[in-house]
């Protein structure tokens, strides 16, 4: 198996979790396509990362493009193996005061862009007839948390679509499944923990292994399920997270 090219699309793939995942599988000897929206970071990560990882630059808002770049992507690779769905948008705000536009806007880009670009990847796997797509949930989906039920909504529905697509895509050799990283230190999260000492201290209190997780943490679970390791997997959601999912 590691003798055979592999090809992977990370969507959201220069920063933060995507970055990390990105590193891995490029580490791992995958060619590794990045999907974003800000060229410049793209640039220089693959510039950083070397000859086996390149970029496609795309708003995943702009759902009607999807279909051509994967087109674009297989044409030039002339394969994809994997793809993690890991590119998404938050916004924070009390729900009596979210707009239909504000909902709207945070469900185009975490469910529908993930459910086309899985639909035209999908089809590409199905004619090699094996692939691994790993979507990307989150505790919001574990579990009610204030301020944001867009981004809840849509993680709820990416883990229901992860069980769907698993159970019609798997007799075609294709698997799917889901990472629903716990609080992951990042430059973005440790700023804003550090900042509200209540809410750090309520982080940490209800995570039993008592300190955050990394991005690597993530990007290992990823790499698994997409790997042969967890080629009799398919359909799960895996909680990386400490045990807060579980933990009170």
Do not use: W
Not at 14 to 25: C, D, Q, R, S
Not at 48 to 53: D, I, K, R, T
Not at 116 to 144: C, D, F, L, P, T
């Amino acid at each position: 198996m590691t003798n055979k090219k592999r090809v992977a699309i990370v969507t959201g793939g220069a920063a933060g979790l995507g970055l990390a995942i990105t590193k891995k599988l490029v580490a791992e000897q995958i060619t590794t396509v990045m999907i974003g929206r800000n060229e410049e970071n793209l640039r220089d990560t693959a510039a950083e990362l070397g000859s086996l990882c390149s970029y496609k630059v795309l708003d995943l808002q702009q759902i009607t493009s999807i279909p051509a770049l994967v087109e674009e992507i297989t044409a030039e690779f002339g394969q994809i193996d994997i793809l993690v769905n890991n590119a998404g948008i938050n916004h924070k705000k009390p729900f009596l005061e979210v707009t239909d536009d504000e909902f709207l806007h945070v469900i185009q880009t975490n469910v529908l862009a993930v459910f086309a670009i899985s639909r035209e990847v999908a089809k590409v796997m199905n004619s090699a007839g094996s692939g691994s797509i790993v979507n990307i949930s989150s505790m919001a989906a574990q579990y009610g948390i204030p301020k944001v039920i867009a981004y809840t909504a849509a993680k709820s529905a990416i883990e229901g679509m992860t069980k769907a697509m698993a159970v019609e895509l798997s007799p075609l050799g294709i698997r799917i499944n889901c990472v629903a990283p716990g609080f992951i230190k990042t430059d973005m999260s440790s700023k804003a923990l550090d900042n509200d000492p209540e809410r750090k201290n309520k982080v940490l209190s209800r995570t039993p292994m008592g300190h955050l997780g990394l991005p690597e943490d993530i990007a290992d679970a990823v790499y698994y399920l997409s790997s042969e390791s967890a080629k009799y997997v398919t359909g799960v959601v895996i909680p990386v997270d400490g045990g807060n999912s579980i933990g009170f």
